[in-house]
């Protein structure tokens, strides 16, 4: 008799010991996957784009501070590709050595850190594309409205849900 996997199903809030350790370690794996996938496809089509710049006859012509710009943009890029893809590498040297818990927090670290690396080359590149366009320091001044953005969406927002979260009593959650 052929015995089926029951399917890993997130524990509903406030009701500990629905999903068991191992459930758990499977569906936070999955969710990682997933959030890669997502990230991974974006930065490498962003990555492809930079890399043509380079090769336009319009690139010559641009400043030092632009080549530079240009420059940390591409290395940026290059970083957030390699942080965003680690996790499948990783994933395929452990598989099977029983190290998912590892394995889910270090890929876990690598997004975190690939996130701030594609912030970073999305503001580059940024900075690069209206340092041509617009005149004097409005480039700047946008490109940090849009990086404060960067800030507040990604990480200031999900840390207070998640200080919210953690202070609400144990008899509010649903």
């Not at 009701?15 to 991974?40: C, H, Y």
């Not at 990555?47 to 591409?74: E, I, N, Q």
């Not at 041509?132 to 990086?147: N, Q, R, S, T, Y």
């Not at 953005?149 to 207070?160: D, I, K, N």
Request: aromatic share 8%; with cysteine.
């Amino acid at each position: 008799m052929a015995m089926t996997a029951r399917p890993a199903t997130p524990a509903p809030e406030g009701l500990d010991g629905e999903e068991s350790p191992r459930e758990r370690v499977n569906r936070r794996w999955n969710e990682i996957m997933q959030e890669t996938r997502v990230a991974q496809t974006g930065v490498q089509i962003l990555f492809g784009f930079l890399l043509s710049v380079a090769f336009t006859p319009r690139f010559h012509g641009l400043d030092t501070f632009d080549h530079v710009v240009y420059v940390l943009t591409v290395v940026f890029g290059a970083s957030a590709t390699a942080a965003l893809i680690a996790p499948v590498s990783i994933h395929r040297f452990l598989s099977g050595q029983r190290m998912k818990d590892e394995t889910v927090e270090i890929a876990h670290r690598f997004m975190m850190c690939g996130m701030a690396l594609l912030a970073l080359t999305l503001g580059c590149a940024l900075l690069l594309i209206l340092h041509v366009v617009v005149p004097g320091l409005l480039a700047e001044l946008l490109v940090g409205v849009v990086m404060l953005w960067f800030v507040l969406s990604w990480y200031a927002l999900p840390l207070w849900l998640r200080r919210r979260a953690a202070r609400r009593p144990e008899s509010d959650e649903v």
